[in-house]
């Protein structure tokens, strides 16, 4: 650009001044572009430098948590240090591809910290429930970065509510997973220039987009996945889809994860007499995970408020189902409003109404010809707004931006 403004201007001079007050011209110009060259050169290398960056979690691999591996592998393939501190180690055997991948294994440090934090350029906690002082207890001088992504910011903060109140002066940025836990941190007291949302966001290469159909005599296949624990609520979607099976008896429901309720799912489902209709399975990396999804049409998450007050942000299952062209039923919990719009990219029941879930899937059942238009506006949403690229490119210049 520079260039092309300075022979504009260059055409612009008397063409009959002498042939040395030219050269003169010249050798100043080039003298001047150069220096604006080699400033500009100083410039992008100071923005670019690679980044040193731990991020702190409670166990590492865990076969679900998708998200802050995303992050992490992003960070890795835009060339930054990245290392992993965990308070404890994972399972080691089962793991996501990219933990292999990408040797995180050998990245992680476990259960002691390093000897001098101040190697790193910032430190990120992945959860605020595993947040201490580490300026006072490590004396770190970089910068702070803590994520909040459900139960740190819901059931946590109820047992604990000036648990943060500390931290909101000594720490540098917090990013809540969701606009609504943005306002929980703001009624905290947070000041909101230390707050930026920063969407968990998904791998659109992998969860590639096929149009559903409904199948005229086949199976109708539906999925839900998530730990087992309440504020998932998944005994009203098994409640709902028994009411649909009494009616429509070539749908078949998986529900993929694990957790202290198994037991409990799996004596509801044998009361119904209905073992062979509704399935539970095991966690599944990321390629089964998505096999199951290619054969389904629609996906239920039934998430709820639980009585501890444990919620969740947005949950990832619900962009990776949309990504890939399923019909999505959630509850209107937490962030799911920033992710569904209703009846438009997915849609939005009330929380704990088995019966609002049976509503909307007969819906869906008899009004066939609404699908496509659905599923576009959901594929639409998913790469606009959680698409990891994406989302890693403004982690970047979120954290560059902090570091200036």
């Not at 440090?109 to 201490?132: A, R």
């Not at 903060?157 to 000036?162: F, T």
Request: aromatic share 10%; charged share 25%.
């Amino acid at each position: 650009m520079i260039l092309s403004c300075d022979r504009q201007w260059l055409e612009r001079v008397d063409v009959n001044r002498s042939n040395s007050s030219k050269d003169f011209f010249i050798f100043i110009r080039g003298t001047f572009l150069l220096a604006l060259l080699m400033f500009g050169v100083i410039v992008h290398s100071k923005q670019h430098n690679p980044m040193k960056i731990l991020m702190i979690v409670g166990s590492f691999p865990v076969i679900h948590d998708i998200c802050i591996l995303n992050q992490i592998t992003g960070l890795i393939d835009r060339g930054h240090i990245v290392n992993i501190f965990a308070f404890s180690k994972g399972d080691c055997v089962n793991v996501q591809e990219d933990v292999i991948k990408y040797n995180l294994i050998n990245k992680t440090i476990f259960k002691k910290l390093p000897s001098d934090l101040n190697n790193y350029d910032i430190v990120m906690f992945q959860f605020g429930h595993k947040l201490f002082d580490i300026r006072k207890e490590h004396n770190f001088k970089g910068k702070i970065v803590v994520c909040f992504r459900g139960y740190d910011i819901t059931k946590f903060l109820k047992e604990n509510p000036h648990v943060y109140d500390q931290y909101f002066g000594t720490c540098d940025l917090f990013m809540p997973v969701c606009e609504a836990f943005k306002t929980i941190l703001v009624n905290l007291g947070c000041s909101r220039d230390k707050i930026i949302v920063h969407h968990s966001a998904i791998d659109c290469s992998r969860f590639k987009f096929k149009t559903r159909k409904l199948p005229k005599d086949g199976t109708i296949n539906i999925v839900s996945a998530g730990r087992f624990i309440e504020k998932k609520g998944f005994i009203y979607s098994i409640k709902a889809v028994a009411q649909l099976l009494k009616k429509y008896s070539k749908i078949r429901y998986t529900i993929i994860g694990d957790g202290v309720l198994k037991e409990e799912y799996k004596a509801l489902i044998a009361q119904l007499h209905l073992d062979n209709k509704i399935k539970i399975e095991g966690w599944r990396i990321h390629d089964d995970y998505i096999a199951i999804l290619k054969k389904a049409h629609m996906f239920i998450a039934p998430s709820i408020v639980a009585q501890n007050n444990d919620q969740e942000g947005i949950p990832n299952v619900l962009k990776e189902a949309m990504a890939m062209g399923l019909l999505v039923v959630a509850t209107d919990h937490s962030g799911n409003s920033e992710l569904i719009k209703n009846g438009v990219s997915g849609f939005l029941v009330p929380e704990r109404d088995s019966d609002a879930i049976y509503d909307t899937i007969e819906y869906l059942l008899n009004n066939q010809h609404l699908w496509s238009q659905i599923q576009k506006a959901a594929i639409e949403k998913i790469r606009k707004n959680f698409n990891k690229k994406i989302e890693n490119n403004k982690l970047e210049a979120i954290l560059y931006n902090l570091l200036k």
